[in-house]
């Protein structure tokens, strides 16, 4: 691996396809010159035992001493146009019967004695040629004559000079193959890698202002389509986040603007002239509810980037839900008798989580409805669980939310109606902390409004009992 560290995939690939190549040419090279190998040995086998067969033969014509003078003439001609081919007879004592002109076996052919298409051997000569041989034994016609050997041999000059001249080219071949593997290998290695390319370039041209552009992922390979196709979900992921930053950072400007503004304001008109102690103990009393409003937000933001960090951890334990909505519901009576608002709660359910951070998010949900319940209107709690998730249902009359609204409700200081942003008592940032505290319990939170009913519901895995 540490051959290629560093190394384009170009160049990884072309490496790799030219190595392969060259890798598979050569072993067909050697199984190729192997298969030629082995059918010369048998084509000189062949000859070899014909012509063993044939001075056989030609001795067991021979039933005379004339005939036994004749025979060197005989084998002579039987091996005319036989080049390269060499034939040796000898007696049983040593003696040498006959032989060719340049015939040049080893001693130890004299005592081989095969059969047909067996006991070939190959030798070098002494100029150094090679040859390959066979012996057998023979014998003559003439009664009372003792056995023979007979020895032939072919020259491997021919096989020699053929064997030689193929490797040659074989590897010229591999040599020539590996350079036009190589080139075609880097060709298609660039032509296949020209999506990634492009999509290098395309991500590129992405910037923190221009994170709405996507990458072509229907132009581009199916292999490489889920890569784009990842990156551009990372895209969009990163564009929301980017979107609620700046929406954030531009939000969390205006809130504190206006408070810390008017504590400005009233400072400077109260230090403007003289006051009597009276007039400064209203002002400092308005400037502690500025300033309580400006502790709960910053306390609300703290929490929320606690949540997004996964850092507020809740500690579990088993919590009655109907429990507490009812203290939440007891707070608010006062309220409620004030405004004429009727409050109803059923149904049971205990699910395990952080105490304090379940009655908060109850707490919001119940609190927001109180701000958008008119006089002579109705709250209601109904609690229960369904397959294995524990529900807290707030619902309440009032105006209804347009549907373009309801997505947004969680979000950070988001308001449906901007016109009661200053009216009312919170940040905008109630319902988020309720989001976050659901996701931190491993539930959800959601909403929905129709003909002036409005229902927010918690659901969060449930405990033992309900109903």
């Given at each position: ?132 041989g066979l012996s057998g034994a023979a014998g003559l016609g003439i009664e009372g004559s003792g056995p023979l ?319």
């Amino acid at each position: 691996m540490s051959l290629f560290a560093g190394k384009s995939v170009t160049l990884r690939l072309t490496l790799l396809f030219a190595t392969v190549s060259v890798a598979v040419l050569l072993l067909l090279g050697l199984v190729v010159g192997s298969l030629v190998e082995r059918h010369f040995e048998e084509l000189d086998t062949a000859l070899l035992d014909g012509k063993l067969e044939l001075a056989r033969h030609t001795l067991q014509a021979v039933r005379s001493a004339a005939e036994l003078a004749e025979l060197p003439a005989r084998l002579d001609e039987a091996l005319v146009g036989h080049h390269g081919l060499a034939m040796a007879i000898w007696q049983a004592d040593g003696q040498l019967l006959y032989a060719t002109g340049h015939a040049d076996f080893p001693e130890a052919m004299r005592l081989r004695a095969g059969g047909p298409g067996r006991g070939t051997i190959i030798w070098s000569g002494h100029d150094g040629r090679r040859f390959r041989g066979l012996s057998g034994a023979a014998g003559l016609g003439i009664e009372g004559s003792g056995p023979l050997v007979v020895a032939v041999s072919t020259d491997l000059i021919h096989h020699q000079h053929f064997m030689a001249s193929f490797n040659t080219a074989l590897w010229m071949a591999v040599g020539l193959a590996a350079l036009v593997c190589g080139l075609l290998g880097w060709w298609a290695a660039r032509r296949g890698l020209a999506p990634l390319r492009d999509i290098s370039r395309n991500a590129a041209a992405i910037t923190a202002t221009r994170l709405d552009r996507r990458l072509p992922a229907e132009a581009i390979p199916a292999e490489l389509a889920e890569v784009a196709t990842t990156l551009n979900d990372m895209l969009a992921r990163l564009e929301a986040s980017f979107r609620r930053l700046s929406d954030f950072s531009s939000d969390i400007a205006h809130e504190l603007r206006t408070p810390v503004s008017n504590l400005l304001t009233q400072t400077q008109v109260t230090l403007s002239k003289a006051r009597t102690a009276e007039d400064y103990q209203d002002v400092l009393a308005s400037n502690a509810e500025e300033f309580e409003r400006l502790s709960r937000m910053i306390s609300d933001m703290l929490f929320l980037a606690k949540a997004d960090n996964h850092l507020a951890v809740p500690h579990k334990e088993a919590v009655d839900l109907r429990a507490e909505a009812d203290d939440v519901l007891e707070f608010h009576e006062a309220i409620a008798e004030e405004n004429r608002i009727s409050l109803s709660i059923e149904g049971q359910a205990t699910a395990p989580g952080d105490r304090l951070m379940l009655r908060r998010a109850i707490g919001n949900l119940i609190s927001n409805a109180f701000h958008h319940t008119p006089p002579g209107g109705h709250i209601g709690v109904r609690i229960g669980i369904e397959r294995g998730m524990a529900s807290l249902a707030v619902e309440n009359t009032g105006d209804t939310i347009a549907p373009q609204h309801l997505p947004r409700l969680f979000d950070r200081f988001y308001r449906a109606d901007p016109s009661r942003q200053r009216l009312a008592e919170g940040a905008g940032l109630g319902l988020a902390i309720t989001r976050s505290i659901m996701q931190a319990h491993g539930g959800d939170v959601s909403v929905s409004s129709a003909d002036g009913l409005t229902v927010f519901e918690l659901r969060l895995p449930a405990g033992q009992g309900g109903n």
